[in-house]
C-alpha cells in the first residue's frame, strides 16, 4: 500500500524536468506572513549570499495577514530588509504561482526553503512537493515538518528555541545549513 497526498503530480519525472537546476537557487513557497518567517529567512540568505555569491531566492506566494494594514506592514519590512541587506537582483517576489509557473519554479531551484513557526502549520504540504521534484528541504523542526523530513537525508533542520514568549530560529546554524545545501551537488 502507498499513501499519495491530494494534488501531488508523483508522475516519474525525466532528465529533462531536472535539467535546469545550477546549484544556486532557493525557493520559499506558500502563504507569505510574519509566522512564515519571511524575514528571518532573507536575514540568513544575505549571511548565506556572502559565502555563495551565485545564489538567488525566489519568495512566492500571497501576502495574507489579518488585515490589509498587517500586510502591508510586513510587505514593507520585507522590502526594506531587502534593499538593507543589499539583495536588489538576488531576491525575487512572485507573487502567488499555480500550474506551470509553479512547476517551472521547483524544476529550476536546488533547495526549497520553509521557516515556518506558525501554530496552524501542521503538515508542509510544500515539502511535499518539493519531495516529488527531488529538492531537499531546510525547514524548522516543527509539527508535520519533522514527519516529513528526514536530516541529513532528504533535508535539514534549523534549531528553533521555543522557550520565549515567541520561538526563535538559531539563525547561524540556519546559515550554515543553507550554504551546506546550495554547495553540495
Same mark, same amino acid.
Given at each position: 500500500?502507498?499513501?499519495?497526498?491530494?494534488?501531488?503530480?508523483?508522475?516519474?519525472?525525466?532528465?529533462?524536468?531536472?535539467?535546469?537546476?545550477?546549484?544556486?537557487?532557493?525557493?520559499?513557497?506558500?502563504?507569505?506572513?510574519?509566522?512564515?518567517?519571511?524575514?528571518?529567512?532573507?536575514?540568513?540568505?544575505?549571511?548565506?549570499?556572502?559565502?555563495?555569491?551565485?545564489?538567488?531566492?525566489?519568495?512566492? =506566494?500571497?501576502?495574507? =495577514?489579518?488585515?490589509?494594514?498587517?500586510?502591508?506592514?510586513?510587505?514593507?519590512?520585507? *522590502?526594506?530588509?531587502?534593499?538593507?541587506?543589499?539583495?536588489?537582483?538576488?531576491?525575487?517576489?512572485?507573487? &502567488?504561482? *499555480?500550474?506551470?509557473?509553479?512547476?517551472?519554479?521547483?524544476?529550476?531551484?536546488?533547495?526549497?526553503?520553509?521557516?515556518?513557526?506558525?501554530?496552524?502549520?501542521?503538515?508542509?504540504?510544500?515539502?511535499?512537493?518539493?519531495?516529488?521534484?527531488?529538492? &531537499?528541504?531546510?525547514?524548522?523542526?516543527?509539527?508535520?515538518?519533522?514527519?516529513?523530513?528526514?536530516?541529513?537525508?532528504?533535508?535539514?533542520?534549523?534549531?528553533?528555541?521555543?522557550?520565549?514568549?515567541?520561538?526563535?530560529?538559531?539563525?547561524?546554524?540556519?546559515?550554515?545549513?543553507?550554504?551546506?545545501?546550495?554547495?553540495?551537488?
Amino acid at each position: 500500500a502507498s499513501r499519495i497526498p491530494l494534488c501531488i503530480d508523483t508522475a516519474a519525472r525525466s532528465e529533462a524536468d531536472f535539467g535546469e537546476r545550477k546549484g544556486n537557487r532557493l525557493l520559499a513557497i506558500g502563504r507569505i506572513e510574519d509566522a512564515k518567517n519571511v524575514h528571518v529567512l532573507l536575514s540568513c540568505f544575505a549571511e548565506a549570499k556572502r559565502q555563495v555569491p551565485e545564489a538567488v531566492l525566489t519568495v512566492a =506566494g500571497a501576502y495574507t =495577514g489579518s488585515s490589509a494594514d498587517r500586510i502591508d506592514e510586513y510587505r514593507r519590512r520585507l *522590502e526594506g530588509i531587502a534593499a538593507e541587506r543589499g539583495l536588489g537582483g538576488s531576491v525575487v517576489f512572485a507573487g &502567488p504561482v *499555480e500550474g506551470e509557473a509553479k512547476e517551472r519554479f521547483f524544476r529550476e531551484s536546488d533547495v526549497l526553503v520553509n521557516f515556518s513557526t506558525d501554530p496552524g502549520e501542521t503538515f508542509g504540504y510544500n515539502l511535499l512537493e518539493a519531495k516529488a521534484w527531488g529538492l &531537499p528541504a531546510l525547514c524548522t523542526y516543527w509539527d508535520g515538518f519533522a514527519e516529513l523530513v528526514e536530516h541529513g537525508r532528504d533535508g535539514l533542520f534549523a534549531s528553533v528555541d521555543w522557550s520565549g514568549d515567541r520561538p526563535v530560529i538559531r539563525e547561524e546554524e540556519a546559515v550554515e545549513h543553507c550554504v551546506r545545501l546550495l554547495r553540495d551537488r
